[in-house]
């Protein structure tokens, strides 16, 4: 099983960045996805997930800023990021959670300046 991210990177407030996790070792489809993060200091949260159906929830600090969607052709997980703010530094790791198995990517780290 493996969950890979890739994306993040530095950028300024009020920017955009896509990160994207590819799933392989599982049966994706069947899974339902998401993002979380986590800053220096603080517990990891949970960001955005979404359903094999494309049924999408978003913690408030995101919401109307945060896209979550997912391919299940390419067995991938997206989180597209607008309006980014320096708060919005973190880790972010993608989590793939079954009937009775859960997966944890090893995290892209996104930078947001002031």
């Known amino acids: 099983v493996q969950l890979q991210a890739s994306g993040g990177g530095l950028v300024q407030a009020g920017g955009s960045l896509r990160v994207s996790c590819a799933a392989s070792?599982?049966?994706?489809?069947?899974?339902?996805m998401s993002w979380y993060r986590q800053a220096p200091g603080k517990q990891r949260e949970l960001v955005a997930g979404?359903?094999?159906?494309?049924?999408?929830n978003y913690a408030d600090s995101v919401k109307g800023r945060f896209t979550i969607s997912r391919d299940n052709a390419k067995n991938t997980v997206y989180l597209q990021m607008n309006s980014l703010k320096p708060e919005d530094t973190a880790v972010y790791y993608c989590?793939?959670?079954?009937?009775?198995?859960?997966?944890w990517g090893q995290g892209t780290l996104v930078t947001v300046s002031s």
């Open positions: 979404i359903t094999r159906g494309g049924i999408t």
């Open positions: 070792g599982f049966t994706f489809v069947s899974y339902y």
């Open positions: 989590n793939a959670e079954g009937s009775s198995s859960r997966y």
